[in-house]
């Protein structure tokens, strides 16, 4: 017997949200300001780099939902997973 997974479409959509070309560039600059930092070290780097991803990415979603009915309406973004209805 097999547990069905989660489909690669839905998987995909979930992502998108999250805009992850945009997340990593605010990561990329964040890693960059830390670098310029006094003291660090590799757990405070690791812990803000997700810290920031979660952040980034949860705001990203939050804008996706408010903006939602907008989006549908415009060509260049109808086609994202909530004015699509895929979420």
Known sequence: MTVPAL???RAADFI?????RIVALIV??????FML??????VPLLLA???TTLVAAGTNALNQLY?????????RTQRRPLPA???
């Not at 998108?16 to 992850?20: D, N, S, T, V």
């Not at 903006?67 to 060509?75: G, I, Q, W």
């Open 7 to 9: 489909p690669r479409a």
């Open 37 to 42: 930092a006094p003291a660090g070290g590799a």
């Open 16 to 20: 998108a949200l999250g805009k992850p």
């Open 67 to 75: 903006e939602r009915d907008v989006d549908a309406l415009m060509r």
């Open 49 to 51: 780099v997700i810290g």
């Open 28 to 33: 990329l600059t964040m890693v960059a300001g």
């Open 85 to 87: 209805r895929r979420l």
